[in-house]
Protein backbone atom coordinates (compact mmCIF):
# COMPACT_ATOMS: atom_id res chain seq x y z
CA UNK A 1 0.00 0.00 0.00
CA UNK A 2 2.96 2.52 0.84
CA UNK A 3 4.29 2.56 -2.72
CA UNK A 4 0.77 1.99 -4.78
CA UNK A 5 1.66 4.86 -6.19
CA UNK A 6 4.93 5.09 -8.68
CA UNK A 7 7.39 7.20 -7.43
CA UNK A 8 7.93 8.75 -10.42
CA UNK A 9 4.13 10.17 -10.48
CA UNK A 10 3.88 14.27 -10.17
CA UNK A 11 4.32 15.40 -6.89
CA UNK A 12 1.52 18.20 -7.13
CA UNK A 13 -0.77 15.27 -8.48
CA UNK A 14 -3.35 14.99 -5.04
CA UNK A 15 -3.73 18.84 -4.65
CA UNK A 16 -6.65 19.59 -6.25
CA UNK A 17 -9.25 16.50 -5.33
CA UNK A 18 -10.94 16.97 -8.97
CA UNK A 19 -14.20 14.56 -8.58
CA UNK A 20 -15.79 13.31 -11.55
CA UNK A 21 -18.98 13.95 -10.28
CA UNK A 22 -18.83 17.47 -9.08
CA UNK A 23 -20.13 20.06 -11.71
CA UNK A 24 -18.17 22.20 -13.74
CA UNK A 25 -17.70 25.40 -11.67
CA UNK A 26 -17.83 24.21 -8.04
CA UNK A 27 -13.78 24.40 -7.82
CA UNK A 28 -12.44 26.98 -6.08
CA UNK A 29 -9.28 27.97 -7.13
CA UNK A 30 -6.65 30.63 -5.60
CA UNK A 31 -6.08 32.46 -2.29
CA UNK A 32 -9.53 34.08 -2.09
CA UNK A 33 -12.03 31.04 -2.58
CA UNK A 34 -14.71 31.06 0.36
CA UNK A 35 -14.63 28.00 2.84
CA UNK A 36 -17.38 25.90 1.82
CA UNK A 37 -17.66 23.92 4.87
CA UNK A 38 -15.96 22.78 8.27
CA UNK A 39 -15.95 19.55 7.51
CA UNK A 40 -13.74 20.25 3.98
CA UNK A 41 -10.90 21.48 6.68
CA UNK A 42 -10.74 18.29 8.28
CA UNK A 43 -10.38 16.08 5.24
CA UNK A 44 -6.79 15.51 3.71
CA UNK A 45 -6.41 13.93 0.42
CA UNK A 46 -5.35 9.92 0.38
CA UNK A 47 -4.91 7.80 3.48
CA UNK A 48 -2.93 10.39 5.54
CA UNK A 49 -4.97 11.60 8.81
CA UNK A 50 -5.68 15.54 9.08
CA UNK A 51 -3.61 15.15 12.26
CA UNK A 52 -0.23 13.45 10.43
CA UNK A 53 -1.01 16.59 7.88
CA UNK A 54 -1.00 18.98 9.87
CA UNK A 55 2.20 17.90 12.09
CA UNK A 56 3.66 17.51 8.86
CA UNK A 57 3.14 21.40 8.05
CA UNK A 58 4.42 21.75 11.24
CA UNK A 59 8.17 20.48 10.67
CA UNK A 60 8.21 21.78 6.99
CA UNK A 61 7.63 25.30 7.97
CA UNK A 62 10.18 24.82 10.95
CA UNK A 63 12.43 23.83 8.12
CA UNK A 64 11.79 26.66 6.15
CA UNK A 65 12.21 28.81 8.89
CA UNK A 66 15.73 27.32 9.22
CA UNK A 67 16.20 27.66 5.83
CA UNK A 68 15.64 31.35 5.54
CA UNK A 69 17.77 31.74 8.64
CA UNK A 70 20.84 30.12 6.63
CA UNK A 71 19.88 32.40 3.36
CA UNK A 72 20.41 35.32 5.48
CA UNK A 73 22.88 34.75 8.15
CA UNK A 74 25.64 36.23 5.69
CA UNK A 75 23.53 39.99 5.86
CA UNK A 76 23.11 39.83 9.78
CA UNK A 77 26.88 40.26 9.73
CA UNK A 78 28.00 41.40 6.69
CA UNK A 79 29.84 44.20 7.84
CA UNK A 80 32.05 41.79 10.08
CA UNK A 81 32.42 39.49 7.14
CA UNK A 82 33.83 43.04 5.05
CA UNK A 83 36.22 43.52 7.28
CA UNK A 84 37.51 40.15 8.14
CA UNK A 85 38.22 39.29 4.65
CA UNK A 86 38.99 43.02 3.51
CA UNK A 87 36.30 43.24 0.85
CA UNK A 88 34.90 46.27 -1.62
CA UNK A 89 30.95 46.82 -1.43
CA UNK A 90 31.15 44.72 -4.86
CA UNK A 91 32.50 41.54 -4.39
CA UNK A 92 30.56 41.62 -0.63
CA UNK A 93 27.27 42.16 -3.11
CA UNK A 94 28.52 38.76 -4.74
CA UNK A 95 28.17 36.93 -2.08
CA UNK A 96 24.71 36.82 -2.49
CA UNK A 97 24.99 36.47 -6.17
CA UNK A 98 27.38 33.77 -5.42
CA UNK A 99 24.60 32.23 -3.25
CA UNK A 100 21.20 32.71 -5.85
CA UNK A 101 23.45 31.79 -9.00
CA UNK A 102 23.99 27.77 -7.52
CA UNK A 103 20.35 28.19 -6.49
CA UNK A 104 18.63 29.34 -9.34
CA UNK A 105 20.59 26.69 -11.69
CA UNK A 106 20.25 23.73 -9.20
CA UNK A 107 16.41 24.69 -8.77
CA UNK A 108 14.62 23.45 -12.25
CA UNK A 109 16.61 20.00 -11.43
CA UNK A 110 15.21 19.35 -8.50
CA UNK A 111 11.97 20.27 -9.86
CA UNK A 112 12.41 17.41 -12.45
CA UNK A 113 13.27 15.14 -9.46
CA UNK A 114 10.43 16.46 -7.28
CA UNK A 115 8.00 14.91 -10.00
CA UNK A 116 9.18 11.52 -10.23
CA UNK A 117 11.32 10.25 -7.43
CA UNK A 118 11.29 10.31 -3.52
CA UNK A 119 10.88 13.87 -2.00
CA UNK A 120 11.86 12.60 0.99
CA UNK A 121 15.01 11.56 0.09
CA UNK A 122 16.02 14.54 -2.32
CA UNK A 123 14.86 17.08 1.00
CA UNK A 124 17.10 15.39 3.44
CA UNK A 125 20.20 15.23 1.43
CA UNK A 126 19.58 19.10 0.73
CA UNK A 127 19.40 20.10 4.32
CA UNK A 128 22.15 17.78 4.98
CA UNK A 129 24.33 19.66 1.98
CA UNK A 130 23.20 23.11 3.37
CA UNK A 131 24.01 22.53 7.02
CA UNK A 132 27.44 21.00 6.72
CA UNK A 133 28.66 23.42 4.25
CA UNK A 134 27.03 26.16 6.38
CA UNK A 135 29.01 24.40 9.50
CA UNK A 136 32.75 24.20 7.45
CA UNK A 137 32.53 27.78 6.45
CA UNK A 138 33.07 28.92 9.72
CA UNK A 139 36.24 27.53 9.56
CA UNK A 140 37.82 29.62 6.76
CA UNK A 141 40.58 31.73 7.59
CA UNK A 142 40.66 35.22 6.12
CA UNK A 143 43.47 34.57 3.15
CA UNK A 144 41.20 31.69 1.69
CA UNK A 145 37.85 34.03 1.43
CA UNK A 146 37.34 32.74 -2.22
CA UNK A 147 36.43 29.08 -0.07
CA UNK A 148 33.70 31.31 1.23
CA UNK A 149 32.29 32.14 -1.62
CA UNK A 150 32.33 28.96 -2.89
CA UNK A 151 30.81 27.45 0.12
CA UNK A 152 27.59 30.06 -0.21
CA UNK A 153 27.29 28.55 -3.69
CA UNK A 154 26.87 24.96 -2.39
CA UNK A 155 24.59 26.35 0.46
CA UNK A 156 22.34 27.79 -2.31
CA UNK A 157 22.35 24.20 -3.75
CA UNK A 158 21.14 22.98 -0.63
CA UNK A 159 18.11 25.30 -0.19
CA UNK A 160 17.26 24.92 -3.89
CA UNK A 161 16.25 21.49 -3.13
CA UNK A 162 13.90 22.50 -0.34
CA UNK A 163 12.47 25.94 -1.55
CA UNK A 164 11.28 23.37 -4.72
CA UNK A 165 9.89 20.68 -3.56
CA UNK A 166 8.57 21.40 -0.33
CA UNK A 167 5.72 23.36 -1.20
CA UNK A 168 4.53 20.59 -3.88
CA UNK A 169 4.12 18.17 -0.44
CA UNK A 170 1.51 20.73 1.03
CA UNK A 171 -0.16 21.10 -1.69
CA UNK A 172 -0.54 17.04 -1.84
CA UNK A 173 -2.03 17.17 1.65
CA UNK A 174 -4.78 19.66 1.45
CA UNK A 175 -7.08 20.45 -0.97
CA UNK A 176 -8.46 24.11 -1.86
CA UNK A 177 -9.03 26.66 0.83
CA UNK A 178 -7.17 24.48 3.40
CA UNK A 179 -4.14 24.13 0.71
CA UNK A 180 -4.24 27.90 0.96
CA UNK A 181 -4.12 28.44 4.54
CA UNK A 182 -1.53 26.19 4.90
CA UNK A 183 0.52 27.71 1.93
CA UNK A 184 0.28 31.10 3.82
CA UNK A 185 1.35 29.35 7.08
CA UNK A 186 4.51 28.04 4.96
CA UNK A 187 5.06 31.12 3.28
CA UNK A 188 4.83 33.23 6.71
CA UNK A 189 7.97 31.89 8.17
CA UNK A 190 10.10 33.07 5.32
CA UNK A 191 10.13 36.41 6.62
CA UNK A 192 10.05 35.13 9.76
CA UNK A 193 13.30 33.00 8.96
CA UNK A 194 14.48 35.64 7.33
CA UNK A 195 14.45 38.41 10.67
CA UNK A 196 15.47 35.64 13.09
CA UNK A 197 18.92 35.06 10.52
CA UNK A 198 19.84 38.88 11.43
CA UNK A 199 19.56 38.71 15.05
CA UNK A 200 21.09 35.26 15.37
CA UNK A 201 23.89 36.13 13.50
CA UNK A 202 24.41 39.56 15.03
CA UNK A 203 23.88 38.72 18.79
CA UNK A 204 25.87 35.25 18.71
CA UNK A 205 28.49 37.62 17.22
CA UNK A 206 28.06 39.63 19.56
CA UNK A 207 28.16 37.24 22.57
CA UNK A 208 30.78 34.88 20.85
CA UNK A 209 32.74 37.53 19.94
CA UNK A 210 33.74 36.50 16.19
CA UNK A 211 31.18 36.09 13.32
CA UNK A 212 32.34 32.71 13.05
CA UNK A 213 30.17 31.50 15.62
CA UNK A 214 26.91 32.80 13.98
CA UNK A 215 27.37 29.76 11.61
CA UNK A 216 27.95 26.75 13.91
CA UNK A 217 23.92 27.62 15.36
CA UNK A 218 22.01 25.99 12.35
CA UNK A 219 23.81 23.45 11.52
CA UNK A 220 22.18 21.62 14.75
CA UNK A 221 19.15 22.51 14.29
CA UNK A 222 19.40 21.03 10.41
CA UNK A 223 20.16 17.81 12.16
CA UNK A 224 16.93 18.04 14.50
CA UNK A 225 14.78 18.70 11.18
CA UNK A 226 16.59 16.02 8.95
CA UNK A 227 15.16 13.97 11.76
CA UNK A 228 11.76 14.91 11.85
CA UNK A 229 11.36 14.84 8.14
CA UNK A 230 11.61 11.72 8.08
CA UNK A 231 9.92 10.32 11.31
CA UNK A 232 6.94 12.96 10.74
CA UNK A 233 6.37 13.89 7.36
CA UNK A 234 4.79 11.72 4.80
CA UNK A 235 4.99 11.58 0.87
CA UNK A 236 1.48 11.56 -0.58
CA UNK A 237 2.59 10.37 -3.93
CA UNK A 238 3.71 6.92 -2.23
CA UNK A 239 0.37 6.75 0.55
CA UNK A 240 -2.22 7.07 -1.46
CA UNK A 241 -4.60 4.15 -1.24
CA UNK A 242 -5.74 2.35 -4.51
CA UNK A 243 -9.11 4.22 -4.18
CA UNK A 244 -7.93 7.30 -4.27
CA UNK A 245 -5.60 7.05 -7.11
CA UNK A 246 -8.29 7.04 -9.50
CA UNK A 247 -9.04 10.27 -8.55
CA UNK A 248 -5.27 11.41 -9.14
CA UNK A 249 -5.09 14.02 -11.78
CA UNK A 250 -1.38 12.32 -12.56
CA UNK A 251 -2.84 9.07 -12.72
CA UNK A 252 -5.89 9.88 -15.20
CA UNK A 253 -3.17 11.96 -17.44
CA UNK A 254 -1.17 8.50 -17.32
CA UNK A 255 -4.20 6.11 -18.16
CA UNK A 256 -5.06 3.03 -15.73
CA UNK A 257 -2.89 2.51 -13.19
CA UNK A 258 -2.72 -1.25 -13.64
CA UNK A 259 -0.10 -0.55 -16.11
CA UNK A 260 3.63 -1.40 -15.77
CA UNK A 261 6.29 0.54 -14.04
CA UNK A 262 7.53 2.13 -17.55
CA UNK A 263 3.80 2.98 -19.06
CA UNK A 264 2.86 4.67 -15.53
CA UNK A 265 5.20 7.58 -15.49
CA UNK A 266 4.69 10.49 -16.32
CA UNK A 267 2.92 11.22 -19.83
CA UNK A 268 4.70 14.28 -21.20
CA UNK A 269 8.81 15.38 -21.13
CA UNK A 270 10.63 18.38 -19.41
CA UNK A 271 10.60 19.83 -22.70
CA UNK A 272 6.53 19.59 -23.52
CA UNK A 273 5.87 20.93 -19.79
CA UNK A 274 8.52 23.70 -20.81
CA UNK A 275 7.06 24.60 -24.01
CA UNK A 276 3.28 24.19 -22.48
CA UNK A 277 3.83 26.94 -19.39
CA UNK A 278 5.79 29.45 -22.22
CA UNK A 279 2.39 30.05 -23.46
CA UNK A 280 0.62 30.45 -20.18
CA UNK A 281 0.85 34.02 -20.27
CA UNK A 282 -0.31 34.25 -16.52
CA UNK A 283 2.59 32.11 -15.41
CA UNK A 284 4.67 34.68 -17.36
CA UNK A 285 3.81 37.57 -16.20
CA UNK A 286 3.72 36.61 -13.02
CA UNK A 287 6.93 35.05 -12.96
CA UNK A 288 8.57 38.28 -13.97
CA UNK A 289 6.83 40.48 -11.36
CA UNK A 290 8.44 37.96 -8.57
CA UNK A 291 11.51 38.56 -10.25
CA UNK A 292 10.99 42.14 -9.64
CA UNK A 293 10.07 41.60 -5.61
CA UNK A 294 13.00 39.18 -5.98
CA UNK A 295 15.13 42.01 -7.46
CA UNK A 296 14.12 44.19 -4.48
CA UNK A 297 14.17 42.62 -1.90
CA UNK A 298 17.79 41.18 -2.83
CA UNK A 299 19.32 44.33 -2.66
CA UNK A 300 17.29 45.38 0.31
CA UNK A 301 18.00 41.86 2.49
CA UNK A 302 21.91 41.79 2.10
CA UNK A 303 22.64 46.06 1.87
CA UNK A 304 19.94 47.50 4.29
CA UNK A 305 21.36 46.66 7.70
CA UNK A 306 25.39 48.08 6.33
CA UNK A 307 23.22 51.47 4.71
CA UNK A 308 21.78 51.66 8.58
CA UNK A 309 25.23 51.35 10.12
CA UNK A 310 26.74 54.40 7.74
CA UNK A 311 23.66 57.03 8.85
CA UNK A 312 24.75 55.77 12.16
CA UNK A 313 28.15 56.69 11.69
CA UNK A 314 27.14 59.49 9.47
CA UNK A 315 24.59 61.16 12.48
CA UNK A 316 28.09 59.95 14.43
CA UNK A 317 25.84 57.75 17.17
CA UNK A 318 28.32 55.14 17.17
CA UNK A 319 31.91 55.36 16.49
CA UNK A 320 33.75 53.71 13.53
CA UNK A 321 34.52 49.93 13.89
CA UNK A 322 38.25 49.39 14.36
CA UNK A 323 37.85 45.52 15.51
CA UNK A 324 35.83 42.60 15.42
CA UNK A 325 32.94 42.60 16.31
CA UNK A 326 31.63 45.72 14.91
CA UNK A 327 28.42 47.44 16.54
CA UNK A 328 25.31 45.44 14.76
CA UNK A 329 22.37 46.48 16.62
CA UNK A 330 20.92 47.73 13.01
CA UNK A 331 20.91 44.25 11.98
CA UNK A 332 18.97 43.03 15.29
CA UNK A 333 16.02 45.70 14.67
CA UNK A 334 15.52 45.26 10.92
CA UNK A 335 15.44 41.37 11.71
CA UNK A 336 12.82 42.29 14.20
CA UNK A 337 10.89 44.66 11.28
CA UNK A 338 11.23 41.94 9.22
CA UNK A 339 9.74 39.14 11.03
CA UNK A 340 6.79 41.36 12.29
CA UNK A 341 6.06 43.26 8.68
CA UNK A 342 6.75 39.99 6.94
CA UNK A 343 3.65 37.66 9.56
CA UNK A 344 1.22 40.46 9.61
CA UNK A 345 2.01 41.24 5.31
CA UNK A 346 1.13 37.86 4.50
CA UNK A 347 -2.08 37.60 6.61
CA UNK A 348 -3.00 40.81 5.43
CA UNK A 349 -2.67 40.05 1.55
CA UNK A 350 -4.32 36.50 2.14
CA UNK A 351 -7.32 37.82 4.08
CA UNK A 352 -7.81 40.64 1.90
CA UNK A 353 -7.76 38.54 -0.87
CA UNK A 354 -10.02 35.98 0.35
CA UNK A 355 -12.71 38.53 0.65
CA UNK A 356 -11.51 41.12 -2.99
CA UNK A 357 -12.29 37.80 -4.62
CA UNK A 358 -16.22 37.16 -3.71
CA UNK A 359 -16.22 41.18 -6.22
CA UNK A 360 -13.29 40.55 -8.44
CA UNK A 361 -12.14 37.06 -9.20
CA UNK A 362 -8.61 39.35 -10.87
CA UNK A 363 -8.12 39.75 -7.36
CA UNK A 364 -4.66 37.79 -6.63
CA UNK A 365 -2.97 39.65 -9.12
CA UNK A 366 -4.19 43.23 -8.43
CA UNK A 367 -3.63 43.13 -4.75
CA UNK A 368 0.36 42.23 -5.91
CA UNK A 369 0.41 44.85 -7.90
CA UNK A 370 -0.97 47.39 -5.32
CA UNK A 371 2.00 45.78 -2.88
CA UNK A 372 4.65 46.37 -5.10
CA UNK A 373 3.53 50.20 -6.76
CA UNK A 374 3.04 51.20 -2.54
CA UNK A 375 6.28 49.68 -1.48
CA UNK A 376 8.27 51.13 -4.07
CA UNK A 377 7.25 54.95 -2.80
CA UNK A 378 8.33 53.84 0.74
CA UNK A 379 11.37 52.33 0.20
CA UNK A 380 12.87 55.45 -1.73
CA UNK A 381 11.88 57.99 1.30
CA UNK A 382 13.35 55.76 3.57
CA UNK A 383 16.34 56.23 1.28
CA UNK A 384 15.85 59.70 1.20
CA UNK A 385 15.34 60.79 4.79
CA UNK A 386 18.18 58.69 6.24
CA UNK A 387 20.25 61.77 6.11
CA UNK A 388 17.83 63.73 8.46
CA UNK A 389 16.10 61.22 10.30
CA UNK A 390 17.35 57.28 11.16
CA UNK A 391 13.74 56.57 12.77
CA UNK A 392 11.85 58.28 9.33
CA UNK A 393 13.80 55.23 8.11
CA UNK A 394 12.69 52.65 10.29
CA UNK A 395 9.21 53.18 9.62
CA UNK A 396 9.23 53.57 5.86
CA UNK A 397 11.38 50.62 5.92
CA UNK A 398 8.66 49.03 7.79
CA UNK A 399 5.86 49.96 5.97
CA UNK A 400 7.91 48.92 2.68
CA UNK A 401 8.11 45.49 3.68
CA UNK A 402 5.00 45.40 4.88
CA UNK A 403 3.63 45.75 1.62
CA UNK A 404 6.03 43.71 -0.13
CA UNK A 405 5.30 41.08 2.23
CA UNK A 406 1.38 41.07 0.85
CA UNK A 407 2.15 39.04 -2.30
CA UNK A 408 4.11 36.11 -0.68
CA UNK A 409 1.54 33.80 -0.59
CA UNK A 410 -0.71 35.20 -3.20
CA UNK A 411 2.00 34.89 -5.34
CA UNK A 412 2.29 31.02 -4.91
CA UNK A 413 -0.81 30.50 -5.29
CA UNK A 414 -1.51 32.40 -8.83
CA UNK A 415 1.15 29.42 -9.75
CA UNK A 416 -0.89 26.50 -8.19
CA UNK A 417 -4.24 27.51 -9.97
CA UNK A 418 -3.32 28.40 -13.53
CA UNK A 419 -0.92 25.68 -14.28
CA UNK A 420 -1.82 21.91 -14.40
CA UNK A 421 -0.65 19.40 -11.58
CA UNK A 422 1.46 17.43 -13.57
CA UNK A 423 4.07 19.90 -14.25
CA UNK A 424 3.04 22.08 -11.18
CA UNK A 425 6.79 21.43 -9.18
CA UNK A 426 8.55 22.17 -12.84
CA UNK A 427 6.59 25.39 -12.59
CA UNK A 428 7.87 26.22 -9.16
CA UNK A 429 11.00 25.55 -10.38
CA UNK A 430 11.50 27.33 -13.62
CA UNK A 431 9.44 30.68 -11.63
CA UNK A 432 12.71 30.33 -8.78
CA UNK A 433 15.14 30.01 -11.68
CA UNK A 434 13.69 33.11 -13.77
CA UNK A 435 12.91 35.27 -10.55
CA UNK A 436 16.31 34.27 -8.76
CA UNK A 437 18.68 34.79 -11.51
CA UNK A 438 17.15 38.08 -12.99
CA UNK A 439 16.35 39.27 -10.00
CA UNK A 440 18.35 39.02 -6.30
CA UNK A 441 21.23 36.99 -8.14
CA UNK A 442 22.46 40.07 -9.72
CA UNK A 443 20.98 43.16 -7.20
CA UNK A 444 23.10 43.30 -4.57
CA UNK A 445 26.18 42.52 -6.80
CA UNK A 446 24.56 45.52 -8.94
CA UNK A 447 24.44 47.55 -6.05
CA UNK A 448 27.78 47.04 -4.64
CA UNK A 449 29.11 48.01 -7.60
CA UNK A 450 26.95 51.18 -8.00
CA UNK A 451 28.37 52.12 -4.35
CA UNK A 452 31.83 51.21 -5.57
CA UNK A 453 31.94 53.30 -8.41
CA UNK A 454 30.14 56.08 -6.37
CA UNK A 455 32.16 56.24 -3.48
CA UNK A 456 35.38 56.58 -5.57
CA UNK A 457 34.20 60.26 -5.72
CA UNK A 458 33.27 61.00 -2.60
CA UNK A 459 35.97 62.82 -0.33
CA UNK A 460 34.89 62.03 3.15
CA UNK A 461 34.94 58.31 3.63
CA UNK A 462 31.84 58.12 6.11
CA UNK A 463 29.90 60.79 4.05
CA UNK A 464 31.04 59.16 0.49
CA UNK A 465 30.44 55.35 1.94
CA UNK A 466 26.51 56.55 3.24
CA UNK A 467 25.65 58.35 0.17
CA UNK A 468 27.62 56.24 -2.48
CA UNK A 469 25.00 53.32 -0.78
CA UNK A 470 21.99 55.61 -0.61
CA UNK A 471 22.03 56.60 -4.20
CA UNK A 472 22.75 53.02 -5.64
CA UNK A 473 19.66 51.71 -3.84
CA UNK A 474 17.19 53.88 -6.07
CA UNK A 475 17.30 51.26 -8.85
CA UNK A 476 15.17 48.79 -6.55
CA UNK A 477 12.29 51.48 -5.96
CA UNK A 478 12.07 51.61 -10.06
CA UNK A 479 12.49 47.99 -10.17
CA UNK A 480 9.52 47.81 -7.87
CA UNK A 481 7.24 49.89 -10.25
CA UNK A 482 7.88 47.57 -12.65
CA UNK A 483 7.45 44.84 -10.50
CA UNK A 484 3.63 46.24 -9.84
CA UNK A 485 3.25 46.74 -14.29
CA UNK A 486 4.19 42.93 -14.57
CA UNK A 487 1.12 41.98 -11.94
CA UNK A 488 -1.32 44.06 -13.69
CA UNK A 489 -0.68 42.36 -17.12
CA UNK A 490 -1.33 39.25 -14.95
CA UNK A 491 -4.42 40.31 -13.91
CA UNK A 492 -5.49 40.76 -17.96
CA UNK A 493 -4.79 36.45 -18.63
CA UNK A 494 -5.53 35.15 -14.70
CA UNK A 495 -9.30 34.41 -15.47
CA UNK A 496 -8.55 32.62 -18.71
CA UNK A 497 -5.20 30.89 -17.64
CA UNK A 498 -7.03 29.20 -14.52
CA UNK A 499 -10.03 28.11 -16.48
CA UNK A 500 -7.93 26.47 -18.64
CA UNK A 501 -6.03 24.93 -16.30
CA UNK A 502 -9.36 23.45 -15.17
CA UNK A 503 -11.07 22.56 -17.97
CA UNK A 504 -7.77 19.72 -18.75
CA UNK A 505 -8.02 18.82 -15.23
CA UNK A 506 -11.27 17.63 -15.70
CA UNK A 507 -10.58 16.56 -19.27
CA UNK A 508 -8.11 14.31 -18.55
CA UNK A 509 -10.00 12.42 -15.89
CA UNK A 510 -12.50 12.07 -17.29
CA UNK A 511 -10.21 9.95 -20.01
CA UNK A 512 -8.52 8.20 -17.27
CA UNK A 513 -11.87 7.02 -16.21
CA UNK A 514 -12.78 6.03 -19.87
CA UNK A 515 -9.40 4.09 -19.95
CA UNK A 516 -9.90 2.84 -16.42
CA UNK A 517 -13.47 1.32 -17.84
CA UNK A 518 -12.19 -0.20 -21.03
CA UNK A 519 -9.21 -1.72 -19.63
CA UNK A 520 -12.04 -3.51 -17.03
CA UNK A 521 -13.97 -4.72 -19.82
CA UNK A 522 -10.94 -6.46 -21.45
CA UNK A 523 -10.50 -7.98 -18.49
CA UNK A 524 -13.74 -9.73 -17.82
CA UNK A 525 -13.66 -12.11 -20.76
CA UNK A 526 -10.69 -13.56 -19.55
CA UNK A 527 -11.69 -13.79 -15.96
Known amino acids: MQNSVPEESSGMNEFTGLQSQQPPGSQSYGATAPTTSTSQFLQTPGNVSAKRS ?67 VILSVGIFLWSGVTLGSSFITESYSWIFFLSRGFVGIGTASYSTIAPT ?66 DPTQDAPEGHRGQSISNTTQGADKKSGAESTASTTWCEDVKSLSKNRSFIWSSLGVTAMAFVTGALGLWVPVFLSR ?28 IVTGIVGVITGAGVARRYKKINTKADPLICAVGMFSSAPCLYLSIMLAEQSILATYIFIALGEFFLALNWAIVADILLYVVMPKCQSTAVALQIFMSHLL ?60 EE ?16 EDELQDELPKA
Open 54 to 120: YLAVGVLCYINLLNYMDWFIVSGVLVDIKKYFNISDGSAGLLQTVFIFFFSLSAPFFGYLGDRYNRK
Open 169 to 234: IIADLFERDQRTCMLSVFYIFIPVGSGLGYVLASSVTQAAGHWHWAFRITPCMGIIAVALLILLVP
Open 311 to 338: AQLFHDLVPPCLQEPCDSSTSQIFGAIT
Open 439 to 498: GDAGSPYLTGIISDALQTRQNDSHLGAFRSLQYSFILSAFIGVLGGGFFLLTALHVEKDR
Open 501 to 516: AQQLCRGTENKGYISS
